[in-house]
Nanobody, 117 residues
């Protein structure tokens, strides 16, 4: 079973930065396009905020984070990252990594990001 473990979340003030990491267990990590997703409080639907191609050469971003977030991956280390700068209170959410499109069987616990004064 594929396991993906997210880390790096925390409490940060508006304008601050965080770097999230996603460690994947599968040796075929490089076979998958990947994405970072988030689910905001209040029962909002989980949304894709950033995607990256299998090689890492192609990236895409939701309009709400474009210019502030940067997705990257290290296939040799089976790890993906999300650098988040200029954070805003509306970025508060649980952040998850998964393939893109996502696999229902591969959602992890996520990592909580809270942006608050």
């Amino acid at each position: 079973q594929v396991q993906r473990v997210e880390s790096g979340g925390g409490l940060v003030e508006p304008g601050g930065s965080l770097r999230l990491s996603c460690a994947a267990s599968e040796r075929t990590f490089s076979n998958y396009a990947m994405g970072w997703y988030r689910q905001a409080p209040g029962g909002k639907q989980r949304e894709l905020v950033a995607g990256i191609s299998r090689s890492g050469g192609g990236t895409s971003y939701a309009s709400s984070v474009k210019g502030r977030f940067t997705i990257s991956r290290d296939n040799a280390a089976n790890t993906m990252y999300l650098q988040m700068d200029s954070l805003k209170p509306e970025d508060t959410a649980v952040y998850y990594c998964n393939s893109n499109p996502p696999s229902d069987a591969s959602w992890g616990q996520g990592t909580q990001v809270t942006v608050s004064p």
